[in-house]
């Protein structure tokens, strides 16, 4: 699941988390734990222009220092970024931060990445927007090296070139799984021949299998081998019948009854599924947790 209180946009935040904080962070974090959740994942935004603020709202925690927080006060559960916008900072950077992370929860971390969206935000910092596909090309290319085994990574790229410059501690894991984000044409085409996975944003059940089959499609092309994780955000969820209003895309009912919907997601070729429950509060939203894990998750 996407953490609840950091981020806020209007899209999917609920009213309760506007006067959140770190102790409702803590206790929902701990809760999917010991549901058996698969990851908890944050998002990545360094400013927000005031043209979006209203829509997206300025508030955006950073991943590393979240995750990394919430790493200490969790046991199994990975920690996801959600997605981290990596061109937006030098690879040596990004791997310092990340290989961190990974080392200090016990090999944890999940690579989330994806190109970005915000103009401003890369005009503040110094990027060129308009090249943030071949620059996070590079990045990925350039954080196979830096998040590898290797306490001296060797990149030459055409934007960034190290060799000789040591880095410790490494990651626990001997390979950072490193899922791409985004479902443009080219953010499909980037998952399958760079990545270990594949995350997409916002397409509908009836978009996925054409999108799946792309990617098979171009990862047979190209030869590419290895584990792929193929995952979905599918529709708001709330375990058991609300007695308020919930929408009318939110799913509802008994753990059998939504299992049996989401089970239409393997059926496509999907391996992870990213929900997102219902609440009107932290305790609502713990309560809808611990219902998912112990009754709806063992229907999947």
């Known amino acids: 699941m996407q953490l609840p209180v950091q981020s806020q946009s209007t899209l999917y935040a609920e009213g309760w988390e506007a006067e959140a904080g770190p102790d409702d962070l803590l206790e929902i974090a701990r809760a999917a734990d010991r549901a058996g959740f698969d990851y908890l994942a944050g998002c990545d935004h360094v400013a927000i222009p005031r043209r979006l603020a209203a829509a997206m709202s300025t508030v955006w925690y950073d991943p590393v220092a979240t995750l990394g927080f919430l790493a200490a006060a969790t046991e199994r559960v990975r920690l996801l970024s959600h997605v981290a916008i990596v061109g937006l900072r030098h690879p040596l950077l990004t791997a310092k931060q990340y290989a961190t992370l990974d080392h200090l929860s016990g090999g944890r971390l999940v690579l989330g990445v994806g190109a970005g969206h ?13 090249q943030r596909g071949s620059v996070l090309d590079e990045c990925l290319d350039a954080l196979r090296a830096a998040l590898g085994p290797d306490e001296f990574p060797e990149h ?32 499909v085409r980037r998952a399958a021949l760079k990545g270990d996975g594949w995350l997409p944003q916002g397409d509908p059940r009836d978009r996925l299998p054409a999108q799946i089959a792309r990617i098979r499609e171009l990862r047979e092309r190209a030869g590419v081998q290895g584990p792929f994780t193929v995952g979905a955000i599918v529709e708001p969820l709330y375990v058991g019948t609300p007695r308020w209003e919930v929408g009318r895309r939110t799913l509802t009912g008994g753990p059998r009854e939504l299992a049996e919907s989401l089970r239409a997601y393997r059926a496509m070729g999907v391996h992870q599924i990213q929900v997102r429950l219902r609440s009107r509060s932290r305790g609502e939203l713990i309560d809808q947790i611990a219902a998912f894990g112990a009754e709806v998750a063992p229907e999947l």
């Open 118 to 130: 915000v103009q401003e935000e890369f005009e503040a910092l110094g990027v060129d927007f308009r």
């Open 156 to 187: 030459h790229g055409k934007l960034y070139d190290f060799e000789g410059l040591g880095q410790r501690p490494r990651p626990a894991q001997d390979r950072v799984p490193v899922w791409v984000g985004g479902s443009s044409p080219a953010a």
